[in-house]
């Protein structure tokens, strides 16, 4: 975590403004921030398209939390219901361990609605979905030696697979985008483990959900936003491969 007051009295060094009201931290430092986390947030995901990158870096960011599927082993990602926004996924992992031991899945409403579980923790699971395109998904269900086929189904010779997500909404079905597993696990507690997106600062006692190691960036990129709003014709949200790869060797 990166404190937004010592990001404000970095960027107060750089533009020699100590001691003074010439910028004002909700009219100035905040937006100028907030902007900088989100361009930060588009390098980022250059770097995971390039493979470049892992999410493993952002320890502040990662979640495991627990979901009931539904009766077509799907799982939708709401952040309203689960209070995060969301990023990526990082792994999808069926047949969890839980805590409390002897948890059971709460009953579905209905065949297409799946639950987010807030009051059960993951501890482990021997079982990691690989994520699978839509096309090997509908061409290998069959496919003993590809992942999520339907033949190899007893313990130790399963292995699961997950969709991409899809939107699967209708009159009759009235989830938003989801996630499937196979093979099927309805009704049953999936643990996912996933990247949330970065909450924006409000207050100066805040903190950034960045690692330490780009704080220099964050305040470099803050000031360049306010820069650009006193007119220097800078572009926003500009990403060049020099920017993915100053965040490489700042994070690596």
Known sequence: MIPVQAVVDLMKAEIDSEGSERYLFDQDFKPAINSAIDWLVFVFNRAFENNKFSGEHLNDLIRTRLWVANNFSRIQYDPAVVGDGFWSYLGIHPEPEVY???SLPPAIPNDYTSLFVPTVSFVNSKYNANLMTLEKWNENSDNVFEAGNNVLTQSG???????TTVDYSSTSYTQAKEIEIRPAVPGQFVAVTYLKTPDNVNLITDDIEFPDAITTLIVRKSLNFIATKQGD????????ENDVNSLLKLIN
Do not use: D, Q, R, W
């Open 157 to 163: 010779l399963k292995s699961y697979a997950y969709k």
């Open 233 to 240: 014709n800078t572009t926003l949200f500009a990403i060049t």
């Open 100 to 102: 409390p031991v002897g």
